[in-house]
């Protein structure tokens, strides 16, 4: 497994660029972008590792988006993302050391690959993408 972005969920999405360009100088890497499965919006961050380790900036766009919840309780730093393979096998490797698979193998609209999302025994909220090489 391989890093492959650090997730953050934010109140307002354009208000959070703008936080993070002045801060810290961090670009945008593309345009904002509506996930309907998720319901949110995302845009991935420049971190100065080019596309390698973005910060992915999450706002919810409904009541019911996964990260809703999250959100009020203060929003922030949300999941590590990491890089697979086969997301099956990976799923399956992480499930034996008690993870909790949280729904299904499903297109990631940010990153445009099989994601899916664990809860694992350390109580951390991950996010698996398959990547073919």
Not at 50 to 73: A, H, M, Q, R, T
Not at 102 to 109: A, C, D, I, R
Request: aromatic letters at 6%; charged letters at 30%; glycine letters at 8%.
């Amino acid at each position: 497994m391989k890093l492959h972005h650090i997730g953050k969920v934010v109140k307002d999405i354009e208000e959070a660029i703008k936080y993070h360009k002045e801060t810290f100088g961090l670009e945008p890497l593309g345009e904002v972008e509506i996930d309907p499965i998720q319901k949110v919006k995302v845009v991935l961050l420049n971190t100065g590792f080019g596309e390698d380790v973005p910060i992915e900036l999450i706002c919810p766009v409904s009541e019911d988006s996964p990260v809703n919840k999250f959100l009020k309780k203060g929003g922030g730093l949300h999941h590590l993302s990491f890089e697979v393979e086969n997301i099956g096998q990976a799923v399956e490797e992480l499930r034996e050391k008690g993870a909790l698979i949280l729904g299904e193998v499903v297109p990631s609209k940010a990153h445009k690959n099989p994601s899916v999302w664990l809860y694992t025994s350390s109580r951390e909220i991950v996010e698996l993408i398959e990547i073919k090489k």
